[in-house]
């Protein structure tokens, strides 16, 4: 029983010790990619993936509902913003599900373009109140699933 025990201790610890380095390794990467950029005179941006996906409903008509599904990311101005940005997550998801909910099919058919626009503007001034100051850059949708119930 112990050295089972210990093997398992171990082996978590392995594990731990692995997700720290490789999580060292995509930040030096990253701070070495703004570094780059800047001796270019390019602007340097972090994305903050939303993950996990949103997932909720929407109203087709008084009787039937619609489900959604989208995957985003918040773009900030520095890679020292994403943390900041982390913290308002909650935020973040609650002002794109309102958003979702309130919208319909047509909107995700044929008015994605204002759709987009008013997540973004919605989500970066939520978070920018929040915050006392501008860290939304940008926001991007990178996929957007509807399903309409009958």
Known sequence: MG???FAGLAAAALIALMAASAQAAEKA???KAA???AKLGLPVVSYYPLAPEIVT???TSPRHIGHVRIR???VVADTADVDAVKKYDPVIR???ISILNESTAED???KRDELFKKMSDKTAAAVNDYAKRS???DFIVDNLIYQESR
């Open 57 to 59: 409903n929407y109203t």
């Open 35 to 37: 570094a780059d950029a």
């Open 94 to 96: 609650d002002t794109l």
């Open 29 to 31: 990467a990253e701070d």
């Open 135 to 137: 860290l939304v850059k």
């Open 72 to 74: 985003a990311s918040i």
């Open 108 to 110: 995700f058919e044929n």
């Open 3 to 5: 050295k089972k025990l």
